[in-house]
Nanobody
């Protein structure tokens, strides 16, 4: 079983914060690239942030400075800390683990930013 499991989504007011968790189901220090993606209603899925097994991170321009991707090796878990949330961040957020052409997707967790 290599499907990651996301958690931590919910309803939050604009300007608030959430932390999403991804239980990776693979060894996050074994060459996998772990990424967070999101899919707003009626739109295509888009890349949010990535972290490599060596710790290199990248962010979409839309979340740079507001979101932080991090990892806990002891728990084999990757996090997405989301601050200063905007209504435009409303989406279903998915964790992906990838090694070369092999890609594993979780079921996603819903994030809704609304007052």
């Amino acid at each position: 079983q290599v499907q990651p499991v996301e958690s931590g989504g919910g309803l939050v007011q604009p300007g608030g914060s959430l932390r999403l968790s991804c239980a990776a189901a693979v060894n996050i220090f074994s060459g996998f690239v772990i990424s967070w993606h999101r899919q707003p209603p009626g739109k295509q899925r888009e890349l949010v942030a990535t972290i490599t097994s060596s710790g290199t991170t990248n962010y979409a321009d839309s979340v740079e400075g507001r979101f932080t991707i991090s990892r806990d090796g002891a728990k084999n878990t990757v996090y997405l800390q989301m601050n200063s949330l905007k209504p435009e961040d409303t989406a279903r957020y998915y964790c992906n683990t990838r090694l070369g052409p092999l890609s594993n997707w979780g079921q996603g967790t819903q994030v809704t930013v609304s007052s």
